[in-house]
């Protein structure tokens, strides 16, 4: 089994027949809010997101990326740019000067800084600042396209997330039964906290893209459930050739603190309107599974691109080659009896004496601890709760399986619970196993192991 989760963004090349195609062959499907136009177009998204999972079955996750602080360029026409032309840019409307939409873009900005247009496209190095009007010198030729993005590079991001539009788009995936909703640019943990503060039951990933929110990374590991190391926008905020040591520093730093982490932008681009990625891309994906990512995210692959179902099943076959290989090791602490039995549970399995390990969990937690020690075996999370099995699906190596959606039935009565969870095991032909299990719907009570082979 693939143990580095696939998170595929929707979009429009995912028609009925693709969406409910590439639902079984994914572990999550990401919704980026900047491209949704209203509330009810979400709704309808959601809805036809849900009818294809509900129609195998699946535990399959749903995400709602929102879109932060995004500084665009108004609507002008095409502009052909020359390396060394002088061009205008004005958050105020300023005869002849390219129109930019962010209130605070004469104080983020100043003369040592670069503006990177797009994904990097076009770049201006900054060479006056007035009152009016930003004047900057093109560093390469290209074309200046309406509603592009608009990067400060050597500047700062002094407006916060969560925006007013964040969080309104926040309470209506609240409602829509959501399971991970990632936040952009962050730069603090307060912008987590703000979140939390509106629901404390959803999971929120930390996007990773500004200079400020690395420098703050051990505040926002702590109050965030999962890390988006975005690397696109992280590598405007610096230096491109410093994106694979930042990719292993937040790798390495998540998994000790045992928090979900993403790799995301371009691990796949090239399939976009080609059938084969190239080798780079394959090597790419090859790295983070070795790294141990829990998960890697496509976007514009599956969202708009010619080939979505080719895409993901190339990334299937690539996870699963080089999983062969092991990933990274990573001391993990041992200071709880909860770490201890997950700990000995992998090193079981890594005896090989058993082939899988099975944890009855009530919230996901204990299943959690044995995927942070990344062990050589498939993770069963048995669960009575179905929104537990579709937040556990992003987590490495575990492979959630409901019981019963009534736990009031295996109140106070473990022996009634454990011979439900062997049946449903005998079900799936899981036959030689280490079970781990405490006191039912109770979290954190996990305290014995057991063999079963």
Do not use: W
């Amino acid at each position: 089994m693939r143990r580095v989760k696939i998170i595929a963004t929707y979009g429009p090349s995912l028609d009925d027949d693709k969406l409910k195609s590439i639902v079984t062959k994914v572990d999550c499907i990401r919704v980026n809010l900047s491209h949704v136009k209203d509330i009810d177009e979400l709704k309808l998204i959601s809805d036809r997101i849900d009818d294809a999972r509900d129609r195998y079955n699946l535990y399959l996750a749903k995400m709602a990326d929102l879109p932060g602080v995004k500084i665009r360029l108004g609507d002008i026409k095409d502009i052909n740019i020359r390396k060394g032309d002088i061009i205008s840019f004005s958050n105020k409307k300023v005869e002849g000067a390219v129109p930019v939409d962010y209130d605070n873009l004469f104080e983020d900005i100043s003369e040592e800084s670069i503006v990177v247009i797009g994904d990097g496209e076009l770049s201006f190095e900054v060479v006056e600042k007035g009152s009016n009007v930003i004047k900057a010198k093109a560093l390469n030729d290209g074309i200046l396209k309406a509603r592009r993005g608009f990067s400060i590079k050597n500047g700062k991001l002094s407006a916060k997330v969560p925006t007013r539009e964040d969080i309104e788009l926040f309470k209506a995936v609240r409602k829509l039964n959501f399971d991970y909703v990632a936040e952009s640019f962050v730069s603090s943990a307060l912008d987590i906290r703000k979140l939390r503060d509106i629901d404390k039951d959803i999971n929120i990933i930390a996007k990773v893209e500004t200079l400020e929110g690395l420098n703050n990374i051990d505040n926002i590991i702590d109050e965030a459930d999962g890390l988006m190391i975005a690397r696109g926008d992280l590598a405007i905020t610096v230096s491109l050739e410093k994106i694979p040591y930042i990719q292993k520093f937040l790798v390495k730093k998540a998994r000790a603190a045992r928090k979900l982490v993403i790799v995301a932008t371009q691990l796949m681009s090239s399939m976009v309107s080609n059938t084969k990625p190239t080798r780079a891309e394959v090597n790419d994906v090859a790295n983070a599974v070795y790294e141990g990512v829990d998960a890697v995210m496509l976007s514009e692959e599956t969202a708009i691109g010619r080939y979505p179902i080719e895409t993901v099943e190339q990334l299937n076959r690539i996870i699963e080659e080089n999983q062969l290989f092991g990933v990274d090791e990573l001391p993990l602490p041992t200071e709880s009896p909860y770490d201890m039995i997950a700990s000995a549970a992998a090193s079981i399995v890594n005896s090989k004496f058993v082939e899988h390990i099975v944890s009855l969990t009530s919230t996901g937690a204990t299943a959690k601890r044995v995927s942070a020690i990344r062990p050589n075996a498939d993770i069963i999370a048995v669960t009575l709760s179905r929104k537990v099995a579709r937040m556990l699906s992003l987590y490495y190596g575990v492979i959630p399986k409901l019981i019963d959606e009534d736990p009031s039935r295996y109140k106070d009565n473990i022996s009634k619970l454990i011979e439900a969870a062997r049946s449903r095991l005998k079900e799936l032909n899981i036959n030689r196993y280490v079970l781990l299990y405490g006191k039912p719907n109770v979290a954190g009570s996990t305290n014995t192991l057991t063999l079963e082979a």
